[in-house]
């Protein structure tokens, strides 16, 4: 079976899972740039479960203006959460630049969320596992334009 292309998604919301390393650079691609505040982030100690309400770039389809989408994502099998430079205030603005992963024994690892301004969120978790879902239908960028990491 070939790989998915973006053009199969024919524009429909997305709806994804990452389950290694691989699975987690999709994901990291496609939440590149996302907006969100820090009251948009959450941890459910019960659940063992982190997520964010966030404002994606659409890249998958490209269009003029340039399109965002509000998103979830969510991580599984966290077990603690740290944080250093990142604002927990809805009047925080954030801006999330990379997800990364590194593996330690058995499944268990570390997932580091990087931050615009040096900021970052550090989740220990038993297993990657990860999901990222289109909440809303898509509406024009505030900016008008996708950022841009070119310098």
């Not at 429909?12 to 820090?38: E, I």
């Not at 269009?63 to 959460?81: H, I, K, M, Q, W």
């Not at 931050?115 to 297993?127: I, K, M, N, S, T």
Request: hydrophobic residues 45%; charged residues 30%; aromatic residues 6%.
């Amino acid at each position: 079976m070939p790989d998915a292309r973006f053009a199969d998604g024919d524009g429909r919301p997305l709806r994804l899972l990452a389950r290694d390393a691989d699975d987690l650079g999709v994901l990291a691609a496609l939440c590149q740039d996302a907006v969100l505040t820090g009251a948009d982030m959450a941890w459910d100690r019960r659940s063992r479960t982190f997520g964010l309400l966030l404002g994606r770039v659409r890249r998958e389809v490209p269009s003029d203006p340039p399109e965002r989408v509000r998103a979830v994502l969510a991580f599984e099998d966290v077990t603690r959460v740290q944080s250093d430079g990142v604002g927990r205030g809805a009047d925080e603005v954030l801006s999330l630049l990379d997800l990364s992963w590194e593996g330690g024994e058995d499944c268990a690892g570390v997932l580091l969320l990087t931050f615009a301004g040096d900021g970052a969120v550090r989740l220990e978790v038993e297993a990657l596992g990860a999901q990222l879902w289109d909440v809303t239908k898509p509406y024009a960028a505030v900016s008008g334009k996708i950022p841009d990491h070119s310098d």
